[in-house]
């Protein structure tokens, strides 16, 4: 609160002053009369209780959090969620957001998938979470807030036969036929596999070890280490996957490059190129992370605990695998009860 005094001080400019200490801040205040600086005193005021403005607060996070992650995350996976939490609050005082204001946000966004609500109410707390930090705010307005139950949940997709078959039929379709392939019956990561040498391929113990990842910053490949220690892992290289690797001529540097192995694909390769080879060989849609989930569908199908799955998928938490097998187990059993109605309708 304000500490006023009563007495103004006239300057030699003919002007009145006025200092006052306002949140612990000494603050000189200057009119032509009493009542103008009265007025700036209660403008100042109304100012200090909103505090700034929620889109200042929110993209001096942002800037905080891009030296934490990787550029290709945070332009993939925060970005798109930060600007439509951005564009939302963009006209809000920070100190005027209420827990109600979060509720009608997320009421707001409910047509997203359940997992996308929980992600934007997530960005959400850290936003305010940095206000109260820097001392902007005192409580963190969206610590309670929920987010709705019966939101719909993304589906895992995975393809189907007549995608598969495509894909098994174009190997030789240029570099991206080979890394769909080899997607497919590995379960490994986009960028897992685009950091792959052809050092990183044993064939006497047929295994393929992952060691790093590949992110994108200005269009160039960058190289991390996995984020966790599960991603650190050997996978099984399948007979069928090394006889096709075997058939490659050049055996040196990147496994799937237009350099002949000397360069990973940039991002607008590795992009643009996936995009022309689903649309060459009909699998419009289909993504390199449904390919995953096809490998995991396999593994089940094969009998594959999934205590091993998890360590062939590179899952931190054995949870992730868990929830992977349980929807290949419903979706089995849709399809058979699809299977015996349409038998017993005849």
């Not at 993209?59 to 992650?69: G, P």
């Not at 204001?101 to 997530?122: C, G, M, P, W």
């Not at 237009?258 to 022309?276: M, R």
């Amino acid at each position: 609160m304000a500490k006023r005094k009563t007495n103004l001080y006239q300057r030699p400019d003919g002007l009145y002053e006025k200092g006052l200490t306002i949140n612990g801040k000494r603050v000189r205040f200057r009119g032509r009369s009493e009542k103008e600086i009265m007025q700036k005193i209660a403008a100042y005021q109304e100012k200090e209780d909103r505090g700034p403005l929620f889109s200042d607060i929110a993209w001096a996070w942002y800037e905080l959090k891009s030296e934490e992650i990787q550029p290709t995350t945070l332009k993939r996976a925060y970005k798109p969620l930060f600007e439509r939490i951005v564009n939302h609050f963009d006209s809000k005082y920070i100190r005027q957001i209420k827990p109600m204001d979060i509720q009608r946000f997320l009421a707001e966004i409910l047509t997203y998938s359940q997992k996308s609500v929980n992600n934007h109410l997530s960005l959400v707390k850290q936003i305010f979470n940095y206000a109260v930090i820097t001392g902007v705010i005192e409580n963190n307005p969206a610590a309670s807030a929920k987010v709705p139950k019966g939101l719909r949940k993304n589906k895992r997709s995975m393809i189907n036969p007549q995608q598969m078959q495509a894909i098994e039929d174009n190997i030789d379709y240029p570099v991206f036929g080979l890394f769909a392939f080899f997607l497919l019956y590995t379960g490994c990561r986009r960028g897992e596999a685009l950091a792959l040498n052809w050092t990183d391929i044993d064939f006497d113990n047929k295994l393929i070890h992952i060691t790093k990842s590949a992110y994108y910053n200005s269009n160039k490949a960058q190289f991390k280490k996995p984020k966790t220690e599960a991603g650190n892992r050997d996978i099984i290289l399948l007979d069928k996957l090394s006889v096709e690797l075997s058939k490659c001529e050049n055996k040196r540097g990147f496994i799937f490059s237009v350099s002949d192995g000397q360069q990973a694909l940039k991002e607008s390769q590795a992009t643009k190129g996936w995009n022309k080879y689903t649309a060459a060989i009909g699998i419009d849609g289909v993504t390199p992370h449904m390919l995953r989930h096809t490998y995991a569908s396999l593994l089940y199908e094969a009998g594959v605990d999934v205590k091993s799955a998890q360590d062939l998928l590179g899952h931190a938490d054995i949870t992730t695998t868990q929830n992977i097998y349980t929807h290949i187990t419903k979706t089995k059993k849709e399809r058979t009860a699809d299977k015996l109605n349409r038998y017993f309708s005849k």
